[in-house]
Structure formats: C-alpha cells, structure tokens
C-alpha cells in the first residue's frame, strides 16, 4: 500500500535545478529575498553567524564609531584637543582620543578643552557604556546558546539487516557534555513529475528504535527495508533518477544547559552506499573501559 505523503514545510511543487534541501551544515538550503529593513534583527544574525564574521563585525563598528567621533572633533576644531602627540597628524591624534574615551580608558595625556569638544567626550563615553553593553550581552548570547554537535557519518548505507536489508546512518557526540532521551525523526524525499510538474514527496521512515535513553558512544539509526518501506526494491540508479534525500532531524536534551537541541542533516542519493556495513567504532581497553574513537564514526566495510 502506497504511504501518505506529506508537505513537512519545504514545498511539494518547484521548478528548475535545485540542490539537496538541507546543507552539510544543517542550514536549510532557502535563500530569503525581498526583506524590508525593519525585518532585519542584527542581534539576531550575530548571535548565529560565524565567528570570524561576528569578530569583523563587531572590529568594524568599534573602527566606524571611532573614525565618526574623529571626524567630529576635527570638526569642532583641532585646537580643542590638547596634549597632542607631535610625532601623529591631527586626525590620529583625534582618533586615538576618541578610543580612550569610547573604552572609558582616559589615559589623560589627551583631554577636551571648551564647551563643544567636552559635550561630544561626554556623548562618546555614554555611546561607549552602551555599545560594549551590546557587545557583552552578544558574547554571552553566543557562548551560553546550547548547540549539539552531533557528528554524521559521511554515507548512509543500504546494509544487510535480519532477512532483508535497511537504510543505516551513524552519529556520535563531539563533545564532551551529556546528551540523553535522544529522537531520531527521518524522512525520505523524492522528486517526480506529474502532468509535466516536478513534484516532492515525503514520507516518514519507520526506524528500529527511534530513541535511546543515552548517547556517550555511537548511534547506528537503522530503518528496515521491508515491503512497506518507500525504499523497497529500490535500487542506486531509481534513487538518483527521483533525486532521493534523507531529511533527518535529531532531539536531544542537554544536562549541561538544561534545555533541548537539534542537529539537522541529510543524505542525498549519491551519499547512499549499497552493500557496506560500518565497523566497530569503540572497544574495551585493558582496565574495562570503553574507548570511542570519534574518527572511526565513518569506518565502514564493502559487501561482498
């Protein structure tokens, strides 16, 4: 009998070439088009984006306020600076002024003179206090954020399994914080055409044992092939010729933080391996201890 299909909040209809639907990443493979600037949430995008672009950002806002401020006390005139630094032209000394006033340093050996030059101080301390306010709060937002780091194996693999065969992927934890009650929820997509339209459907895969109660080894998530399965019968060249992906989303809860978290991944046909097994990816060493090698999460070994 023919499964239900399903939209799962990544469309069913489209049209032209698409990639697979979730990035390596995790990241959905949706680019946004269209937004107003008042939709944009900057605290939001620098708590999720990367590092090395969070630290530029937030250099070249430090660099931009200080660079404004200088122009506006070369603006009221140099003079009002005094203690100048002779070896620097006026606009580094304005400047660097400015960065010990941002910062709250004052070292003192450049100080404001007259009405105008000690308002615009006065202003850039306060600005300073409430940018590097921000600046804490997103630190802490991004280090204290619970993430999983959950580890994939490179294929997912059509294995032996019983009398027949199924559809395994493996995972483990790259960190050393307890994850437990993990979910595993799994759907397989494919792509047709109906009447000239590409057409996406979805269905859900039943699996041997969609939660466990720990997680400090490795995971094999198994989803037996029988005659109900969407992947009965279904051999690489099907696969690809339907554009076929594995949506997976795993749950779990964080004891460190206290909170659940997600990873999201897939596997496209062409990441599907017929006739593998993985190997053992941990074992006992001599004082009764298990040891997990995490490298050997993608170990795996050819069929006949």
């Given at each position: 009998m023919k499964q239900e299909s399903f939209d799962p909040g990544l469309t069913t209809q489209f049209s032209g070439e698409l990639r697979r639907t979730i990035n390596r990443d995790g990241s959905f493979n949706v680019r946004?088009?269209?937004l107003r600037l008042r939709d944009v949430n900057l605290y939001l995008k620098l708590i999720d984006t990367t590092w090395p672009w969070f630290l530029a950002v937030v250099l070249s806002i430090f660099l931009a306020v200080n660079m404004l401020f200088a122009g506006i006390y070369l603006a009221i005139g140099a003079e009002h600076l005094r203690g100048n630094e002779p070896e620097m032209n006026a606009f580094l000394n304005a400047f660097f002024f400015s960065v010990h006033t941002l910062t709250t340093v004052g070292y003192g050996n450049i100080y404001p003179v007259g009405n105008w030059a000690n308002a615009v101080s006065a202003l850039e301390a306060t600005?300073?206090?409430?940018?590097f306010a921000l600046a804490t709060g997103l630190l802490y937002g991004r280090f204290s954020r619970p993430s999983a780091r959950i580890l994939f194996s490179d294929h997912a693999l059509i294995s032996p399994y019983q009398d027949g065969s199924s559809l395994q992927f493996r995972i483990t934890n790259a960190r050393s914080n307890v994850l437990m009650d993990m979910e595993a929820r799994i759907l397989l997509m494919t792509v047709n055409t109906t009447d000239g339209i590409l057409k996406r459907d979805y269905f859900d895969l039943p699996l041997e044992r969609r939660t466990v109660y720990f997680f400090p080894l490795t995971w094999t998530i198994v989803h037996p092939i029988d005659e109900a399965s969407p992947l009965y019968g279904k051999t690489a060249q099907d696969l690809a010729r339907q554009a076929a992906e594995i949506l997976i989303l795993i749950q779990g809860f964080d004891d460190t933080f206290s909170q659940l978290v997600h990873a999201r991944y897939s596997y496209r046909h062409d990441e599907i391996l017929f006739g593998a097994k993985f190997e053992?990816?941990?074992?006992v060493d001599q004082k009764g201890d298990l040891v997990l090698d995490v490298d050997r999460?993608?170990?795996?070994?050819?069929?006949?």
């Open positions: 946004r088009k269209g600005a300073g206090l409430m940018i053992p990816a941990f074992h999460i993608d170990e795996l070994k050819m069929l006949g």
